[in-house]
């Protein structure tokens, strides 16, 4: 993927974004014990398509070049990158699929945009709710220990 | 090619509700007062009719004023589309910009509907710039994938997402 590389260090907030959540995603994980692949695998809900759409550079990177500039044409979007249509095609699709990108029609041109609600859900239900019970157990944990010690 | 001057802003949720619980929890005060930064909308549903956002208490302890969002019905074809007007009233800066044009989509299908919101801020940098969302819902940074999360919740489960 040059292309991608060659975009330099511009650091696009969708990026930013996947960085935080995945690394939070990982700790998230980590933390649970090992019935964790269990309810992962019981359960395959939307978060699911959103993370697997995430997980994959040019997608981001597509994702990136909404974020600069929205409502863009295949066409556009496809001069970008390194790859047949066809392959920009089936990655736009897995970000449609998940939500992450909306097309409109607009005469003859089918544009693309950027759809942040996946993203902001995910922060919402996921990360806030893990964070929040790890953090009350610790704030618990201190409590219980701190009236030990009286 | 396109209008190189439009910017529009595309936000899209799918929730487990009929077309017509989504229409009221929009256009409904009893029901917008329910999520999201709370306050009653109040819709004149018919094109020409007129529309206003009503503040919460918490939005006047703020400062601001009572008719938070000002705007017009454009078009109404419930439960699944809705065209308007909207022109927040929240800093002299935005008050000065042009009115933006927001347009509701219900779609359904397959037990759920799919919203999407259009919301077309050419010329409104503000505008522009607060409603993607991406800050903190707590001091007004929510945009409307916050809304959208919330009025989510409110319908599925019935209650808010805690803050």
Request: charged content about 25%; hydrophobic content about 40%; glycine content about 8%.
């Amino acid at each position: 993927m040059p292309l991608i590389t060659a975009g330099g260090p511009y650091l696009g907030a969708t990026r930013w974004l996947y960085i935080q959540l995945s690394l939070e995603y990982r700790s998230i994980r980590d933390s649970l014990t090992g019935d964790y692949m269990v309810t992962y695998h019981a359960c395959v809900t939307d978060d699911d398509q959103v993370f697997k759409a995430l997980a994959d550079p040019t997608r981001r990177f597509l994702l990136d070049l909404l974020f600069q500039r929205d409502g863009r044409t295949l066409k556009d979007l496809e001069s970008r990158l390194a790859m047949t249509r066809f392959g920009v095609m089936k990655h736009l699709k897995v970000l449609e699929d998940a939500g992450l990108v909306v097309t409109r029609r607009s005469g003859r041109e089918k544009l693309h945009f950027l759809n942040a609600v996946p993203i902001r859900m995910i922060h919402d239900r996921w990360i806030d709710k893990y964070r929040e019970r790890e953090v009350s157990a610790l704030l618990a944990l201190k409590a219980e220990l701190e009236d030990k010690e009286r | 090619m396109t209008d190189k001057a439009a910017t529009i802003l595309v936000f899209r949720i799918v929730i487990k509700a009929s077309a017509q619980a989504i229409w009221d929890a929009i256009t409904k005060p009893e029901w917008t007062e329910r999520y999201a930064y709370g306050g009653r909308a109040h819709y004149e549903l018919k094109g020409g009719g007129r529309y206003h956002h009503e503040a919460s208490p918490e939005m006047k302890s703020f400062g601001l004023p009572d008719k938070v969002i000002l705007g017009e019905v454009l078009e109404t074809d419930p439960p699944r589309k809705l065209v308007q007007t909207w022109h927040p009233q929240f800093t002299p800066d935005m008050i000065a910009e042009p009115p933006s044009r927001l347009t509701y989509e219900i779609a359904e299908g397959q037990g759920v509907c799919t919203v999407t919101i259009t919301h077309d801020v050419t010329g409104a940098p503000m505008v522009a710039g607060m409603v993607p969302g991406g800050g903190d819902p707590a001091k007004g940074g929510g945009g409307w994938p916050w809304v959208l999360s919330d009025l989510k919740s409110l319908l599925e489960t019935g209650a808010r997402m805690p803050t």
